[in-house]
């Protein structure tokens, strides 16, 4: 079965600082991958997807994501951070041809003004 | 603007009564979900459907159940509500993959079982 993981549970970080947040899952097939944002108290929001083409996917409010097959990983990346970006980010991943979204545990990221 | 909306927000009830969380979706979306949310788990899948009369259970279906009688509606039931199901809620909704496939999410259901 599917799985994905994300290995930084808490990252604090300074206005300013970059970003990156890893994500790697088990399926060797075809994926579908997803960055979902949940800001307190709200609900999941995208930030970008990645079905096929250019690994490397823009997404809103900044943040990009790079597809790497062979490493099985997706991670997130934002070059200056803002105090508004914190949140918790997931990863998800989806088999092609299915509709169930796997999840990863998410990580909760504190920026500091 | 089509949603996705559940209701309550908030739920407190008693261990081992019966609990409907409902969900409703105007996208007209094909495929729906039930996740709950827990620290330390992320999201994990109750029960899902696509489409009327097609339930499937996910990885943590146990003591939960669905029903599809419209594309609208996947109403959440906890049979006997236990301690353990305390959590929060999500329902989403999807498109199939050739319209686009992300999810839309609800904002969610608190469920506290006292």
């Known amino acids: 079965a599917q799985s994905v993981s994300q290995h930084n549970h808490h990252v604090i970080l300074s206005e300013a600082a970059s970003l990156e947040l890893g994500c790697n899952y088990s399926?060797?097939?075809?994926?579908?991958l997803f960055w979902y944002v949940q800001y307190p108290g709200q609900h999941l929001q995208l930030l970008l997807k990645y079905f096929s083409g250019d690994p490397l996917v823009k997404g809103i409010k900044g943040f990009e994501a790079e597809f790497i097959k062979s490493k099985f990983s997706f991670n997130l990346r934002k070059p200056s951070v803002q105090w508004s970006d914190t949140a918790e980010y997931f990863c998800?991943?989806?088999?092609?041809?299915?509709?169930?979204?796997?999840f990863g545990t998410g990580t909760r990221l504190l920026v500091s003004p | 603007d089509a949603e996705i909306t559940q209701s309550p927000r908030h739920k407190i009830t008693e261990t081992g009564r019966q609990v409907t969380l409902a969900c409703h979706q105007t996208?007209?979306?094909?495929?729906m979900f039930w996740y709950r949310q827990d620290l330390g788990h992320g999201l994990r899948l109750i029960h899902y459907?696509?489409?009327?009369?097609?339930?499937n259970k996910g990885e943590v279906s146990d003591g939960y159940s669905v029903s599809r009688s419209n594309t609208e509606d996947l109403p959440l039931t906890l049979e006997s509500a236990a301690s353990s199901q305390t959590s929060v809620y999500f329902c989403?909704?999807?498109?199939?993959?050739?319209?686009?496939?992300?999810?839309?999410f609800g904002s969610g259901t608190r469920l506290t079982v006292v």
């Open positions: 998800a991943v989806r088999n092609t041809g299915f509709q169930k979204l796997v």
């Open positions: 459907s696509y489409g009327v009369q097609d339930t």
């Open positions: 989403a909704s999807s498109s199939n993959i050739g319209q686009g496939g992300g999810y839309t």
């Open positions: 399926y060797g097939g075809t994926v579908n």
């Open positions: 996208w007209n979306h094909n495929n």
